[in-house]
Each structure stands twice: as structure tokens, then as C-alpha cells.
């Protein structure tokens, strides 16, 4: 049998984990053969495939990125797109297709499933909005990487009495922000499914400061204002699956509390920081385990299914329920967060 696989969306460490897991034990249990497909869809919808065999996924295990590539190609928004694919799957002799992305490279794959490719789905996003399964990973090494800076912010700010506002990633879903903020001690921290009011987060900081203390923000980029307005875009423009670029939420929001507090403000952007390096030891093993178990699925034939962590237990789910609905903040997580805010 023939296995294709490719990654798609926003890069995330752990991807390599899950090809090397999959290849692995691909050759060696079942005597599979692979091809991967270069830059998410755009591999097969172009027929660019590059060789996949276990010399290629050696030492490959704690590498950041992927091997593969990745891209946000979406096939159903070009001409003959479907068809294109099938064609080059078929010309490549893949029996089936691993797909490993987020919401847009999965809800591609679910439409696909839906007719007839066999495919089988690998959740990744360090945002960690996807349904159908506790975690993603890359979440993991996020979080890490933002609970690092928030540490080393908290002394820079305490020496110089400013707020330091930290804009972490999370278009739709404030994970990142949540865990990194708690695991840190921000004292405040704002996520997109809570619109934020602006003159309570002013107050949270004055109080901050009366402890003799410098606040810490910690913002997700795609976090609105509770009195409307467009505080987040910076640019507009949009990716092939129509979501607007995100960022600036941060520097807008450190001078809107400079003006209104009087307390210098600096914001500090950490972007695809958060996406590089290598992964945690959680994110290698939830990855290595998605991709042996992304495997059995496709020896088994269980073609239109989702790898999903419950617990600690891999289990299979239909694709479509890892894509149908984004995995938010509950209203009570953030409640019991804000216990600690001010
Ligand atoms: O989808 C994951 C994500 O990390 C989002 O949080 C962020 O908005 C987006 O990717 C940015 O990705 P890129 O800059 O690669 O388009």
C-alpha cells in the first residue's frame, strides 16, 4: 500500500514528530511505502512530491517546522482543484492520503472524505481550537515559549514601572494566552471570546501599580474591545481560506492605556516565536503517538477519521467533528483566571 501525507496551515513544532512516527512504523509494521506532498494542498494539486522513506524522517524527531513544507492553498478555491488532486494521487499510486493541519487543512480533508478520497486526519494548531480533541500540539511549545517571555517581562517591567503588554497568537480561541498568563502570573489577560472594557483593564493596572508592582498583559492577537471597533487588523488582507491578518492588538492597546493612565506602556509581539524550535517532550509524544495511530487508521481502512487526544488515550473521531465547530474558551476557565487579574 501507498501512503501520501502532507502538512498544511501554520506551521507547528511536532509536525515532523507525527511523519516520522507514521513512516515508521508504516515501513516497519505494515511494509507500507510513502510519498510526501510538498506545501499542504498545493503538493498534490501541483503533483510536487518529495520522497518519503525512514532515512528520510531519521534525526527528524526534535525538529521544528516540516519537512514537507507547508502552505494555506485552498483547492476548493481553484479552478478544477478536486479533480486535480485525485488525478495526481492516483498518477502517484497513493492508496491513501495522511493529512496533518488545522481547521482549514481538515475541513479540506473532510470534504474530500466526503467524496471518496481516503483520507485520514492529524489535528495541529499551537492555538488549540480544534474540537474533537483535548489537545493539539504545538499548544504545548507555545505556551512555553510565552510563559518564558511573560517571566523575563515581569523583571524588565518591575525595573522600570511601566505595563508590558504581551501579544500572543490565538485568531479565534485565547489558549495560549489563558494557559501562558496563568503559568506566568500576568495580571491581566485578554482573550477574543471575553471583549475586553478598556476602563476596567485601565483600573486593573492602576491597582497593580498601587501594590508597587508593574503589570503584565498578556492579550491574544485576535482579542476585541467590548465597545466595538477595529482595534486588532493592521493590514486586511486575507489568506486563501478568507481569514484577515491579525497583529497589533498589543500596540494598540499599550497606548490607549498610556493615554488613559498616564503609566508608560510597551508592547512586545511575540508572532511566530511562538511557531519555531523545537518541541516540548508533551508535543513529541502527542505527535509520535498521533502519527502511529494515523497509521493503523489508514491499514485499517478507517478512511474520513481524526486522530483526537481524550485523556491520555488516542482515539478516532469522524473528521468532520474536529472541523465543524471551534474548541473556545468555557466563560468558567476565564472566570476562574480572573480571580488573579489586578
Ligand atoms: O492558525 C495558527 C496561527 O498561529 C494563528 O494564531 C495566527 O493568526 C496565524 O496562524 C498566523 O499565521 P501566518 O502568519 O502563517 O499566516
New binding site residues.
Partial sequence: MKVGMLTG????PGLNAVIRGAVRKGVSTYGHEFVGFRDGWRGPLENDTIPLDVDAVRGILPRGGTILGSS?TNPFAIDNGVERIQDNLAANGCDALIAIG??DTLGVATRLADLGVNVVGVPK???NDLSGTDFTFGFDTAVNIATEAIDRLHTTAESHHRVLVVEV???HAGWIALHSGLAGGANIILIPERPFDIEKVCAQVESRFATHYAPIIVVS??AVPAEGGDMSLTSGQK?AFG?V???GIGDRLASEIEHRTGKEARAVVLG?V??GGVPTAFDRWLATRFGLHAITAVHDGDYGTMMSLRGTEIVRVPLSEGTDQLKTVRPELYEEAEVLFG
Avoid at 496551515?9 to 507547528?12: F, H, K, L, N, S
Fill in positions: 496551515g501554520g506551521d507547528c494555506r488545522g481547521e494548531t499551537i492555538d497568537m490565538g485568531r492577537e485576535g489568506d481569514h491578518r491579525l497583529g511566530h511562538q511557531r
